[in-house]
């Protein structure tokens, strides 16, 4: 028999959470975001199964380049563009649309021949990552469009803050994304889940959704369901083995966790080898049988242990929910101190990934 240490991707939920992102930007066109292996839940599973988007945003161009090659007709953008003059054959060949966000990208686009391109330009209003500064884009763009290589332009920018609702900075990005409302572009993107979830103000021609169709909340103070988002990763393993032990014994790595009584311990098939965090505390929750059950002691690579005092009657063979359905991954990102998107990204390569419909 197969590893029983899995994760369960639900498309139907995945295409629950795309209609909900549908609902909150109701007049905006929808970029699925998919970088980084559909945010560890299958680039071209979750991509098929979007069908319904309008276009897909990627960081690479492998990225791009494996959606082209499953069959994925619609448009593809890279979100970080490109860096050498060799891409862009691949762009050409592969009908991708590059971010352009600094101005050796033109000078590489001014000296290629090739096909016109549709490009998106990069604003920066104050992530300060990637993108050309609001007084530079009036500049930027008659450039862009003098390049017979480009053809439509359009403008996005991309929210630092939006995860919290209090921070006044959102508005203040909008505000300066406005100020380049005169120009001449074809389609204008600003906001990520936060912003279609949390701020109407940001709502424009596209929206670029990412953890929200996996059905995690973008926020730092609630969950998905809370957002009419369902989780669509469901990790899980089984208890190889229960065990009763004394008063006093420790457990696991280090013994920083020692039994307050005699009770029994389980033992489940998952550690930080299949992508769970070993940071997480003592008290961390698990699902058996429906129940909250705490991890005790360390993680180790292929195994936790769970405290099943709550739980008398766990057997070897049980379920173990590390998240997903019944046990929001906001909530162990939490004790990990980290976020939702960290822990489905790093789901590992050895667990095995099952599909359903439901
Ligand atoms: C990753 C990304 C998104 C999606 O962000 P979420 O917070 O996952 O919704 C949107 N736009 C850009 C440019 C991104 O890099």
Redo the contacts with the bound molecule.
Sequence with gaps: MTRATRATLNLRALQHNLTVARRHASDSRL?A?I??NG?GHGMIEVAQALDDADAF?V?TLDEAIALREAGIPQSIVL??GFVREDDLRLIDGFQLQP?IHHPDQIAILEQASGPALDVWL?VDTGMHR?GVAPAEVAATLSRLLGCPRVARVRL?T?LAN??DHEDDFTLEQIRRFETLDDLSVTAR?I??????LGWPQAASDWA???????GVS?FNNSVGEQHDLRPVMTLRSQLIAVNRHQAGEPIGYGGSWRCPEDMPIGVAAIGYGDGYPRHVPSGTPVLINGKRVPIVGRVSMDMLCVDLRNCPKAAIGDEVILWGEGLPVEEIAEAAGTIG?ELLCKVTARVGFDYIHE
């Design positions: 970029m975001i970088k980084a945010y945003g960081a979100l970080e971010v990069k990637l996005m991309h939006a995860d993107s906001a990520n889940s936060a912003g279609i670029r959704p990412g953890i929200m169709l996996y973008p998107y």
